[in-house]
């Protein structure tokens, strides 16, 4: 079969891990026999530089024929400037918005060859196994009012978190739906005691978990979840909740795990059902990393999972998804490290020769 793949490589080093990626995907096809077209695109940065804006309308329709799209990272120092009228970030959210992208999944495993890696002790993080699922299109980012103005007393800005019930449906049933092919244990994080909009996200949680009697409900106030990630994040298996909230519960959750070099992500349009193909944006977590930008250096192994993730939930290649993980865990467990997962006495390698060390395991 022919699959028609989006890619957007972004800025900094979103070229050289998509590449990488790239090289995972052909092998894949060499081996499958299925046929993966590419068609390139600017977004973020690269998009300001060439056309103005930091996504076109010819970009977003050529996002839209496709199944997927693989994105790299946008933004750096270049385009910071904080009272430009056009950001490289705006890119995304016009992507989530024109491509109906209201989920993002974004897993959290930490591999046995990997419990040394990180600041936490590795009993605390030894088994931690989680998919958080934030809520993409409402909430604060894209509220209204949102606004800056000047006062006589002085400057004022305001922001407004707003959700409606279908909304908040969708995005918690994404939940129940992922955790029932899962361990089945659904937390939904709110800020119920303090927020309207929280108080009706649980009202519809719990009254959506009578459809899904099998997948235990439990519900945490966000704190309290920022907490416990820290503390015992072995016992998540699923946490869904509201933007903002999971934009920075999944930037703490992704320390877990060593590295933001190890983490994909995908952004989908539908539910994520077992044997139900959907469409999605796949990236990994971290961001341009322009001063590593051409060197070398940035772990395309997230990116390569983000590949994997596309596999199994817009394309429903879930063998060779299991095939790229399986190749990325020989590939470690050999004892190849690029520098942001190294110690010592292991072998560090640079972005292309682990993509070539992981290309070489599927081919």
């Known amino acids: 079969m022919k699959y028609e793949i989006a890619v957007l490589p972004g800025d900094g080093v979103g070229p050289e891990v998509v590449a990488e990626a790239v090289k995972v995907l052909q092998a894949i096809g060499r081996r ?5 077209a590419l068609h390139y695109g600017d977004v973020g940065g690269a998009s300001i530089d060439k056309h103005g804006v930091s996504l076109t309308k010819d970009t977003l329709k050529m996002c839209k024929r496709c199944h997927a799209v693989l994105l790299g990272a946008v933004g750096g120092p270049k385009w910071d400037d904080p009272l430009a009228k056009v950001r490289p970030e705006d890119g995304l959210l016009e992507l989530r918005k024109g491509l109906g992208l209201f989920a993002n999944l974004r897993p959290v495993k930490v591999l046995p060859m990997l419990v040394d890696s990180t600041s936490l002790k590795p009993d605390v993080i030894r088994g931690v196994d989680m998919v958080v699922v ?7 980012y894209f509220g209204r009012p949102k606004r800056q103005w000047r006062t006589t007393r002085g400057r004022r800005a305001v922001d407004s978190m707003a959700y409606s019930e279908a909304e908040i449906e969708r995005i918690i049933r994404a939940g129940f739906e992922l955790a029932r092919t899962r361990r089945k244990k659904l937390t939904s994080v709110d800020k119920a005691n303090v927020l309207e909009s929280s108080r009706l996200w649980r009202q519809i949680a719990i009254e959506l978990s009578s459809q899904y009697t099998d997948v235990e409900l439990e519900h945490q106030l966000v704190d309290a979840c920022a907490m416990r990630l820290i503390q015992s994040p072995s016992q998540f298996d699923v946490i869904v909740t509201e933007n903002t909230f999971g934009d920075i519960l999944t930037d703490e959750a992704s320390m877990l795990a060593g590295s933001l070099g190890m983490l994909p992500s995908a952004s989908i349009a539908g539910l994520p059902q077992e044997g139900k193909r959907v469409f999605g944006l796949y990236e990994p977590i971290h961001g341009s990393s322009p001063r590593r930008a051409g060197q070398n250096m ?11 993730m596309m596999l199994r939930y817009s394309l429903g290649l879930v063998a060779q998804a299991d095939g790229i993980e399986m ?22 390698v640079g972005t292309k020769e682990m993509g070539e060390l992981i290309s070489s395991k599927v081919a």
């Open 32 to 36: 499958s026999g299925h046929e993966f």
């Open 134 to 140: 934030r809520e993409l299109t409402g909430g604060l």
């Open 298 to 308: 940035a772990n395309p192994i997230a990116t390569i999972l983000s590949f994997a």
């Open 327 to 348: 190749a990325i865990n020989n590939v470690l467990e050999d004892g190849y490290r690029t520098y942001d997962i190294m110690s010592e006495g292991l072998k560090r």
